[in-house]
């Protein structure tokens, strides 16, 4: 069964710092390097949104609100995403989603997600 699983939610002080993890089982390995990969927030009140993203290709995208404080990576061959999140602000809390977009030969697959983390940022 292929499924994505974060971890590393947690509460965490205004100014402090979490890194998110997230693990691809079931999806072998030449799926996952030729996926896109992205890490969405969806926050109290508001519509998902896209945080970060990373194309296979190398390139990476943030948006505005996070960028210069949080960081997307990838480990291959552990099939594993990480978020790493900085200076913290209250208004990161939300529920942390990670996605694996199958791209080129292997975009007929479909898409997934995970079942998302908490992350919440105290005063």
């Known amino acids: 069964q292929r499924r994505l699983v974060e971890s590393g939610g947690g509460v965490v002080q205004a100014g402090g710092s979490l890194r998110l993890s997230c693990s691809a089982s079931?999806?072998?390995?030449?799926?996952?390097?030729?996926?896109?990969v992205g890490w969405y927030r969806h926050a109290p009140g508001k519509e998902r949104e896209m945080v970060a993203y990373?194309?296979?290709?190398?390139?990476?995208n943030y948006a505005d609100s996070v960028k210069g404080r949080f960081a997307i990576s990838s480990d291959n061959g552990k099939r594993r995403v990480y978020l790493q999140m900085d200076t913290l602000k209250e208004t990161d809390t939300g529920i942390y989603y990670c996605r694996v977009i199958p791209t080129g030969g292997y975009a007929g697959v479909g898409e997934y997600w995970g079942q998302g983390t908490q992350v919440t940022v105290s005063p």
């Open positions: 990373f194309t296979s290709g190398g390139t990476t």
């Open positions: 079931g999806i072998i390995l030449s799926v996952f390097s030729s996926s896109d």
